[in-house]
């Protein structure tokens, strides 16, 4: 029961919602984009930096919180911005040309960090002193987070789905050129979906920080197994990512439990490179412009 | 080896890396993340052999195999995978290769890698202060550079840009994908993976942190260079800034972190400028 609830579900949940933004922004921008992995470095770091200042002024608990609103201010920001502009800069077809763009970016930003603190992990001081009592079980904050703050963060996006915003991404990966002819164009989107984005981002980041600490490379493990779980299902819906993110979230702590948690990359990101040879690139890719 | 000479080495070794995948990138298009394996790959099976006694010469010839094989499955998965998906494919296949020379401890060291690693021996030759490692790392550059310019002119060129518009107009056509992809393949692979083999002998030790994702998106930024109207040239000037200048700040008092920090920054901005300049746009 422990397990389950300090672990599995909170690891679940965050995988969903990093699968959500993943498929968010390969709808509206028509390709993966290492911005999400970015943004998840960038909202740890920011905890974790604002955290530990607010810790000696107004204590441990009110920290996290602090730290969390900084987190979420940052992220936010960065991901309307980030929308917006990607939405401009990037046409249909030019997925290769933003994942090539978002990589440097995002290899920059872990490059200026490691450069202004040092590689290595930086966490809340406090993090690991604090065993909170919740269900009749001794809980750290980080799990308790991700719980609440993963449950409270997928009843978001699935209110969020009725939105036009959202609606508009469904449409734009069914048909962009029906939903653009409608008016339905990425500019017009990218500001919901960055908000969106960006609250998304700052739980999983969040919540990285909070269990393990933030390290340069946090956001790349959220950013493959979003990508993969916004694949899972072979659907392009929110919900069907949703539930590819958390399916996976599930299957690794499966495979750390079972199997060997040091090869739960190994079998993790195996099934992936297998699921995503065996299933191949979409006709209409290889048959090109 | 001074220190200059031990930089100019590994910015050799980066340039060549980086010709042999700017094949990938310039030729077909792919953005491949598993750089690294790739490089690991040639500096572990080079470096495992010659622990078990091996003399360089057959390990390094079985290690270049070993990545030419490699290089052709890289090659060829671009038949069925295109764009993003191929990145996304190498990046998964990068984290499987790490996780895995991380954990074989009794194959690979794990963690601690290898030590030890013999170099060539040119004793024979009058080389002078000339390390074998450099001159090899020389010879080799200028062979990627004469290759991958042969291999950007005539029919070849135009089979790759059928290739790289769609794989199906290309089967249309009835091009030799198959002679296609096993040439780039095979630049690829031997190219990186000699790479691999001169940097494990140069270093001396290998260690999986020395072949991360980092180090792919490395080689990935040098060969983007390549895409410039330097062309090889443009790689060597991209392994000089990425990998050269960092190294050398060291000489200026800056910590090994902080210098890998400020690699990793000229390194992503970089791949970001050339892709927003270079990348989408049509021919």
């Known amino acids: ?24 922004q390969l709808s509206l921008l028509d390709g993966f984009d290492f911005t999400v992995a970015t943004l998840v470095l960038i909202a740890a770091e920011t905890f974790v ?57 995002y290899v920059a930003a872990s490059g200026a960090i490691v450069a202004l603190r040092g590689p290595g992990v ?3 001081s406090f993090v690991g002193t604090h065993s909170i009592s919740f269900a009749g079980l001794g809980l750290g904050s980080g799990s308790i987070f991700g719980l609440l703050g993963g449950a409270a963060a997928v009843v978001g996006v699935l209110w969020w789905r009725g939105s036009r915003s959202a609606l508009g991404l469904e449409l734009l990966s069914d048909d962009r050129e029906f939903a653009e002819e409608i008016g339905v164009t990425p500019t017009r989107i990218a500001l919901g979906t960055g908000v969106v984005g960006g609250v998304l981002l700052t739980v999983v ?10 390290t340069p490379d946090v956001g790349l493990a959220p950013f493959l197994f979003g990508a993969a779980g916004a694949l899972l299902y072979g659907s392009a819906t929110l919900r069907a990512a949703l539930l590819g993110g958390m399916t996976l979230g599930l299957a690794d ?37 | ?27 077909l298009d792919l953005i491949s993340i598993a750089h690294a394996s790739v490089l690991g790959t040639g500096a572990y099976t080079y470096g495992i052999l010659a622990r078990e006694g091996l003399s360089p010469l057959p390990s390094a010839a079985i290690a270049v195999v070993t990545c030419a094989m490699l290089g052709l499955g890289v090659a060829f998965a671009s038949r069925r995978l295109v764009g993003e998906d191929f990145a996304l494919a190498t990046f998964a296949f990068q984290l499987v290769w790490f996780t895995l020379v991380s954990n074989l401890d009794s194959l690979t060291g794990g963690p ?47 089979g790759t840009a059928t290739y790289r518009r769609s794989r199906e107009l290309s089967y249309g056509l009835g091009l030799p994908v198959n002679s296609m992809l096993a040439k780039v393949g095979l630049l690829y692979g031997v190219g990186v993976g000699l790479a691999g083999i001169l940097y494990a ?3 001396t030790f290998i260690d999986p942190t020395l072949f991360g994702t980092w180090i792919s998106v490395e080689v990935l930024a040098v060969a983007l260079f390549g895409a410039t109207r330097l062309r090889h040239w443009g790689v060597g000037l991209g392994a000089f800034v990425l990998v050269g200048v960092p190294e050398l700040l060291r000489l200026a008092g800056l910590g090994a972190a902080r210098a890998d920090g400020i690699k990793m920054l000229l390194g992503g901005l970089a791949v970001a400028l050339v892709g927003l300049r270079s990348l989408g746009s049509e021919e």
């Open chain 1, 49 to 105: 930096w604002t955290a530990n200042i607010a810790a000696g002024l107004v204590g441990p608990i009110p920290a996290i919180l602090v730290g969390l609103g900084a987190s979420g201010i940052v992220a936010v920001a960065g991901a309307v911005g980030w929308s917006r502009l990607g939405a401009g800069l990037f046409g249909v077809g030019e997925g290769n040309r933003l994942l090539v763009v978002s990589l440097g970016g």
């Open chain 2, 112 to 158: 601690l890698g290898i030590s030890g690693i013999p170099s060539f021996n040119l004793s024979a030759l009058p080389l002078g202060a000339v390390e074998p490692v450099m001159l090899i790392a020389g010879v080799a550059v200028l062979g990627a550079g004469w290759l991958s310019s042969g291999m950007s002119q005539g029919a070849f060129s135009v």
């Open chain 2, 1 to 27: 080896m001074s220190f200059a000479l031990g930089v100019l080495v590994v910015v050799l070794v980066f340039w060549l890396a980086g010709s042999a995948s700017a094949v990938l990138t310039d030729d």
């Open chain 1, 205 to 214: 980041g969040c919540y990285y920080a909070m269990i393990g600490g933030s």
């Open chain 1, 253 to 289: 702590v499966a495979v750390q439990l079972f199997i060997d948690p040091a090869m739960s990359s190994l079998v993790l990101f195996g099934a992936v490179l297998i699921f995503l040879v065996v299933r191949g690139s979409p006709r209409q890719a290889l048959r090109g412009s």
């Open chain 1, 122 to 124: 930086a966490s809340y």
């Open chain 1, 1 to 24: 029961m422990t397990t389950l609830l300090a672990i599995a579900l909170p690891r679940a949940l965050v995988y969903g919602l990093a699968a959500v933004v993943v498929r968010a």
């Open chain 2, 201 to 203: 002998q140069h270093l």
